[in-house]
């Protein structure tokens, strides 16, 4: 299947220190790719270089064929490369639909600023609500950000990603925290975005989710890719298993 979103060759070094190690990936539109790999793997670091918060030392990125290796992070979200991170960042004190109205707003060019104007003409309010129904917080439109339950935050950071043209989505551990039930939510939640046709990449610990709902699974340790393929494949993989999933 033909990627949308690739890398080749990157590499990450802080003061000496190999972080990623001359990475490749491949990440296909409507399927979900999961990268895992034990703590200090390097995970975050390529979750960093992907959506343009640390520029790679070598290698490079490309978007539907355009290279956006150097681009800042607003503009890989403005290109359609967006994220969502380990602790929600949301607007606390305004309410869920103000918080994806924002992120409309941010899209369209608009400052911030002149949200609260645009909130009581309803111009984004539709396309707003559009998406709160998507993601399951219809019912708490009108509700302060700070006041959601977690599994319910992670869920809005969702729809807010959604709110421009995104096409692939970042999502670093997005059920950590969460119990059973929460967790079982949202992969029903990732399945929908899924069938949009969204390239989703997880980093994720929770197995359950990793097995069940990924395509195709990509394996860090020590900064450099030790295994990729199927989840089938990759649960009896005797490298995968002595560096990862054993100590899991």
């Known amino acids: 299947?033909?990627?949308?979103?690739?890398?080749?060759?990157?590499?990450?070094?802080?003061?000496?220190?190999?972080?990623?190690?001359?990475?490749?990936?491949?990440?296909?539109?409507?399927?979900?790719?999961s990268l895992i790999g034990p703590n200090g793997a390097g995970k975050t670091t390529v979750f960093n270089m992907l959506s343009g918060i640390?520029?790679?030392?070598?290698?490079?990125?490309?978007?539907?064929?355009?290279?956006?290796?150097?681009?800042?992070?607003?503009?890989?979200?403005?290109?359609?490369?967006?994220?969502?991170f380990q602790n929600p960042r949301l607007f606390w004190n305004l309410t869920t639909l103000e918080n994806v109205?924002?992120?409309?707003?941010?899209?369209?060019?608009?400052?911030?600023e002149i949200a609260a104007l645009l909130f009581g003409g309803g111009r984004y309010a539709e396309q707003a609500r559009e998406l709160l129904a998507l993601v399951g917080l219809?019912?708490?439109?009108?509700?302060p950000a700070a006041r959601l339950p977690y599994g319910h935050m992670r869920r809005l950071e969702i729809a807010r990603a959604l709110a421009g043209t995104a096409k692939?989505?970042?999502?670093?551990?997005?059920?950590a925290g969460m119990n059973s039930s929460e967790v079982d939510d949202l992969m029903q939640l990732l399945e929908n975005?899924?069938?949009?046709?969204?390239?989703?990449?997880?980093?994720?610990?929770?197995?359950?989710?990793?097995?069940?709902?990924?395509?195709?699974?990509?394996?860090?340790?020590?900064?450099?890719k030790i295994a990729e393929?199927?989840?089938?494949?990759?649960?009896?993989?005797?490298?995968?298993?002595?560096?990862?999933l054993a100590g899991s």
Not at 102 to 110: G, K, T, V
Not at 138 to 143: G, I, M, Q, V
Not at 168 to 175: F, H, N, R, S, Y
Not at 203 to 224: F, P, Q, T
Request: charged fraction near 25%; include cysteine.
């Open 168 to 175: 692939i989505i970042l999502l670093d551990e997005p059920v």
């Open 193 to 224: 975005v899924r069938a949009r046709g969204l390239a989703l990449l997880l980093i994720e610990h929770n197995m359950r989710l990793v097995l069940n709902m990924s395509d195709h699974v990509i394996v860090l340790s020590s900064g450099a």
């Open 54 to 84: 640390t520029r790679p030392d070598a290698g490079r990125i490309t978007l539907s064929g355009q290279d956006v290796t150097r681009f800042a992070s607003w503009r890989m979200a403005r290109a359609g490369v967006c994220r969502t």
């Open 1 to 33: 299947m033909t990627a949308i979103f690739s890398a080749r060759g990157l590499v990450k070094r802080f003061e000496g220190l190999l972080a990623v190690d001359a990475l490749d990936l491949d990440i296909p539109a409507g399927r979900i790719t």
């Open 101 to 112: 109205a924002i992120a409309i707003q941010q899209e369209r060019s608009l400052p911030s």
């Open 138 to 143: 219809a019912s708490r439109a009108d509700e």
């Open 229 to 244: 393929g199927p989840p089938a494949e990759i649960r009896v993989d005797p490298t995968v298993i002595d560096a990862y």
